[in-house]
């Protein structure tokens, strides 16, 4: 409520100093200074806010030695980074991390590989044999981790070696021996090949090691280098994985053949290999039946011939004494006819003198013999047996009115897709290789209907929106701020600076004020406040009133403090 003075002018209640402060010019215009400043402050940590760096994991599943002296390292670099929830990566800003990683690496981290062969480098002088023999164990096997570690599947590796001292005695010499524990990541593993390929690695690094002596580990306890060993079937894993490779290859190329000709959906194959790994080395000596004489080669000819003479000295006629008397006198006729063959022994003797009496003839001829001589190595992998199965559908008819059936494969069509298959397989019927062709309608897959997600459903979409509303949200704050608050405020500010100009004066009252009469204006300004003062309801409506007085016509309001303070004396 407003107060009456004595002399009937408008009083107003007295209020505490920090209201009366903010009543005045210099505060109403201290306080809007601090309101401009709150606003611009929350206009900066809004914006701040939306700048906030975008972090990515630089190492993760680090052990605390080389996370300790990961984040010195950053401290260093001025690189500012936070933990995940989990602990077990620590995160920096994405515009940050490549180049985080190679100045890391520049000075050795992370180093939960071990060292390697780098420690060799700070051998001090004087060192036993033994300290150097140790130094260099740890390098081998730090750098072995190094390279396992370098596997995709492979967190992290450790390699223990056994390496024995060497001896002079062969029957004191010891092979060396060597375990490899694997660290995988979570949801991989590894195949046998590449298990063969780790085992291979660690025993060609080390001297004299071999692979049966070359222990695989994983971080399970599950032992990985044993599926490299053969097994009772006499196969190895290798072995298996070329048949199912084997196998698969003729029914690739059996679909890849059909594929144009019945459709992509139409054709299922199916291969069973009969596959030989047995090595056998054949060796024969044949010799062939004797040829023809004339045509065969000689390799040797030999001729004997000998001959005797009568009075060679050669014991001839009967034995006996009569035999052995001197001849008489010659009474031979003149002329005589030879005798027959044989009449005067079998040794052919002659009669004539000076004729020879025995002749001998010896001939020996040798021939080339046929000699063929053949080794034969067969190599493991050859197929013994081949048996193939292959399904086509029915074929797909559609007719002039547009309606879809389906028909059995005519019997020169079925023949054109068995020698097809035959020639994509490599059918050979003296291998004992099978082979069936069927022709049969293909049950309907019934496809799961599958309701597509509307646009503000799908993941992409939920992620966009989320940024754009971020974005919109802090414009709108940001906006908001500047046009609802602080540019009044600062608009409120320079009007109390540099006040407009006054709305001009009712003429009594500016006759009043231009006169040298105070006492005329004060009572005429009295009028003019006092029905204001019978209008109002509240103390507020007369503060407002008071308030709107004292900005439109400053002048008269100091004339009537002046007033009320000299009446007040």
Request: glycine share 8%; proline share 6%; aromatic share 6%.
């Amino acid at each position: 409520m407003a107060i009456e003075g004595e002399d009937g002018a408008l009083a107003l209640p007295r209020q505490p100093a920090l209201v009366a402060f903010a009543q005045t010019t210099a505060g109403r215009n201290f306080f809007l200074m601090l309101g401009v400043a709150a606003v611009i402050a929350v206009m900066a940590v809004i914006y701040l806010w939306s700048q906030q760096p975008d972090y990515r994991v630089l190492f993760s599943n680090y052990s605390d030695r080389d996370g300790g002296a990961i984040t010195a390292a950053l401290q260093q670099m001025n690189v500012p980074y936070k933990f995940s929830e989990g602990g077990n990566a620590i995160l920096v800003p994405a515009d940050k991390v490549h180049d985080a990683r190679l100045k890391l690496a520049s000075q050795g981290l992370p180093k939960a590989s071990g060292v390697g062969f780098e420690l060799m480098e700070n051998q001090k002088m004087g060192v036993s044999q033994f300290y150097e023999q140790v130094n260099f164990q740890r390098a081998l096997e730090g750098e072995l981790a190094r390279s396992i570690g370098a596997v995709g599947a492979v967190a992290a590796a450790r390699v223990h070696l056994a390496l024995p001292k060497p001896s002079v005695f062969v029957r004191d010499q010891q092979k060396p021996t060597a375990s490899v524990l694997l660290n995988l990541h979570p949801g991989r593993g590894l195949d046998q090949q590449q298990v063969s390929a780790i085992v291979h690695l660690v025993a060609s690094s080390v001297p004299d090691l071999p692979t049966k002596n070359v222990t695989v580990v994983d971080q399970n306890g599950n032992l990985l280098s044993e599926v490299g060993k053969i097994g009772n079937n006499g196969l190895d894993p290798s072995q298996l994985k070329y048949v199912q490779e084997y196998q698969q290859n003729i029914v690739k190329r059996i679909e890849s053949i059909l594929t144009p000709i019945v459709g992509a959906a139409n054709v299922r194959a199916e291969a069973s290999a009969d596959i030989d790994f047995s090595q056998s080395e054949q060796a024969a000596e044949i010799y062939k039946p004797n040829q023809n004489p004339e045509v065969a080669a000689v390799r040797s000819q030999q001729t004997r011939e000998s001959q005797s003479r009568d009075g060679s000295g050669n014991a001839s006629g009967v034995p006996g004494a009569l035999s052995n008397q001197p001849p008489g006198n010659a009474s031979a006729p003149l002329s005589q006819q030879p005798a027959a063959n044989g009449a005067n022994g079998a040794n052919g003797t002659q009669t004539a003198a000076g004729t020879p009496t025995n002749v001998q003839k010896d001939s020996t001829v040798n021939y080339e013999v046929d000699k063929t001589v053949r080794y034969v190595q067969q190599p493991m992998g050859g197929v013994k047996r081949l048996s193939v199965a292959v399904v086509v559908n029915f074929k797909k008819d559609v007719d002039k009115a547009g309606k879809v059936s389906f028909k059995p494969l005519s019997e020169a069509e079925k023949n054109q897709l068995t020698d097809l298959v035959k020639e994509a397989m490599g059918f050979n019927k003296e291998r004992g290789d099978s082979l069936n062709v069927v022709n049969s309608p293909f049950a309907g897959m019934e496809k799961e209907a599958v309701e597509e997600l509307p646009i503000w459903k799908r993941p992409e979409s939920i992620q966009m929106a989320m940024a754009a509303g971020r974005y919109l949200l802090i414009a709108g704050v940001l906006a908001y701020l500047f046009f609802g608050v602080l540019r009044p405020t600062v608009r409120r500010v320079f009007d109390g600076v540099f006040p407009k100009p006054a709305a001009p004066e009712s003429s009594e009252t500016a006759k009043a004020l231009e006169g040298e009469d105070d006492e005329a204006a004060v009572v005429q300004l009295s009028h003019e406040v006092e029905p204001m003062g019978q209008k109002a309801r509240s103390y507020e409506d007369n503060l407002e009133a008071a308030r709107q007085l004292a900005r439109n016509d400053p002048k008269v309001v100091a004339n009537i403090v002046k007033t009320w303070v000299s009446g007040n004396e």
